[in-house]
């Protein structure tokens, strides 16, 4: 068991996650599209809890926004592979704790995110491109300015979990 799934309350902060999504609130939105809510919380744990746990929560915060959406496009790998990605990331080297650092990742991740879902749209049929890149650039950018602010909060928090065991 992860160390921060120890902590319930902390797994349960996922599901904040397709609130956030089907809320979509208005002072959040780019162009009328919403930040990847999803890499802005799988980024903190993953870089928390290592790449294990990371790859796990990305596999399960993706099976609960496919569930959210019909269709055969899925969100599953990408945040799969975020999540080990983000996890190697904050186990080797320095700890990441930068604003711009984070952002960095987060724009990484929404971009790839983004990627994927426009990627598997365009191979299940035609699909209009323009309105996809006009989607993925907002919500890359946006996820890229609230990167900072949340995840970094989320990061001090999940790291005093870790070290303090309180549960």
Do not use: N, Y
Request: hydrophobic share 55%.
């Amino acid at each position: 068991m992860s160390r921060l799934a120890r902590h319930g309350w902390c797994v349960a902060t996922a599901l904040v996650v397709p609130w956030l999504v089907l809320a979509a609130p208005g002072p959040l939105k780019l162009a009328g599209i919403p930040p990847a809510w999803s890499v802005l919380w799988l980024l903190p744990w993953a870089l928390a809890d290592g790449p294990l746990s990371g790859a796990l929560a990305g596999a399960g915060l993706g099976l609960l926004l496919d569930a959210l959406h019909p269709g055969s496009i899925t969100q599953i790998p990408a945040l799969a592979l975020l999540g080990w990605w983000w996890g190697r990331l904050g186990r080797q080297g320095p700890a990441i704790e930068r604003s711009f650092s984070l952002g960095l990742l987060a724009l990484l991740g929404a971009a790839l995110l983004g990627g994927s879902l426009i990627l598997q749209s365009r191979l299940l049929g035609p699909w209009p491109l323009e309105p996809a890149l006009h989607t993925w650039l907002a919500q890359t950018l946006l996820t890229a300015l609230l990167a900072p602010l949340l995840c970094s909060l989320q990061l001090l928090l999940w790291r005093q979990q870790i070290q303090g065991g309180r549960g």
